[in-house]
């Protein structure tokens, strides 16, 4: 697209954000990628290609396996505690500051959008931030855990009892946190503008979220590299770096404001 045309769309986008009175974003891995943290439900340079993930990052393997599980995901914690958030996150922080979005829904697990200062923020596939004993589920503060575990290897295990901590992350063939889940569906579903950032909408159920209030009138902003199966109801739609076009845009919208 030339610029004119991506200056063009920006001003919509701001538009249709500084005239919206309940914004919602809707933030997947791609909000993450600038910030050196891998994809990891992509095929393609994803995780996931070294190994079938049902294998080694569902529930049943976590609990027969778990050194298989932490063997993998190591290098994800790795990333995820040496990353930082970007220009997208800290654009989303300052657009909820000046009031202008309600919350954030993330598919990360990276913690990267409080780090940048959202407050009001539904993980729904969990976090690295407390760990359960699988055993006689004692909860514990796992960033410390999680930091000796990137570094040295070593599996956290419960204090009481021996048990494998598992972090508060969801595995394949687990339930997403119920409430958390709740909470995000009716905050979309009572939007009236929905932020589709970084994420392709393949992953159930958030990729369905949008669809009610759509249906009822709610308007649509998509910024993600490949296409969606939303697209065609989108406002507007952008395929530039999220690093770039979420400041951008969240600066249109407070200079409007100014
Ligand atoms: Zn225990």
């Known amino acids: 697209m030339d610029a004119a045309g991506y200056r063009q769309d920006l001003r919509q986008a701001a538009e249709l954000l500084a005239s919206s009175r309940r914004a919602v974003a809707l933030t997947g891995a791609g909000i993450s990628t600038p910030s050196g943290i891998p994809d990891f439900r992509s095929a393609e340079g994803g995780l996931w290609q070294h190994s079938d993930p049902m294998e080694v990052a569902s529930l049943t393997a976590f609990r027969y396996q778990p050194e298989r599980f932490f063997a993998w995901v190591r290098p994800l914690a790795q990333s995820i505690l040496s990353?930082?958030?970007?220009?997208?996150?800290?654009?989303?922080?300052?657009?909820?500051?000046?009031?202008?979005?309600?919350?954030?829904?993330?598919?990360?697990?990276?913690?990267?959008?409080?780090?940048?200062?959202?407050?009001?923020?539904?993980?729904?596939?969990?976090?690295?931030?407390?760990?359960?004993?699988?055993?006689?589920?004692?909860?514990?503060?796992?960033?410390?855990?999680?930091?000796?575990?990137?570094?040295?290897?070593?599996?956290?295990?419960?204090?009481?009892?021996?048990?494998?901590?598992?972090?508060?992350?969801?595995?394949?063939?687990?339930q997403l946190p119920y409430f958390v889940v709740q909470e995000a569906k009716e905050l979309i579903a009572r939007s009236d503008l929905i932020l589709v950032i970084g994420s392709s909408l393949e992953v159930t159920p958030a990729a369905v979220f949008p669809v009610q209030a759509l249906n009822a009138g709610a308007r649509l902003i998509i910024i993600n590299r490949e296409p969606t199966y939303l697209d065609e109801r989108a406002d507007v739609v952008f395929r530039q770096d999220v690093a770039q076009v979420v400041p951008a845009l969240a600066q249109e919208v407070m200079r409007g404001q100014a």
């Open 83 to 174: 990353a930082q958030p970007n220009a997208a996150h800290q654009a989303l922080a300052a657009l909820e500051l000046a009031g202008h979005l309600q919350a954030v829904i993330t598919q990360n697990i990276d913690d990267l959008h409080r780090r940048a200062g959202s407050r009001n923020v539904f993980e729904l596939h969990g976090h690295l931030r407390q760990a359960t004993c699988i055993d006689c589920f004692r909860r514990y503060p796992s960033s410390r855990l999680m930091a000796d575990f990137a570094e040295l290897g070593e599996i956290p295990k419960c204090r009481a009892c021996g048990g494998t901590l598992k972090p508060e992350v969801v595995l394949f063939g687990e």
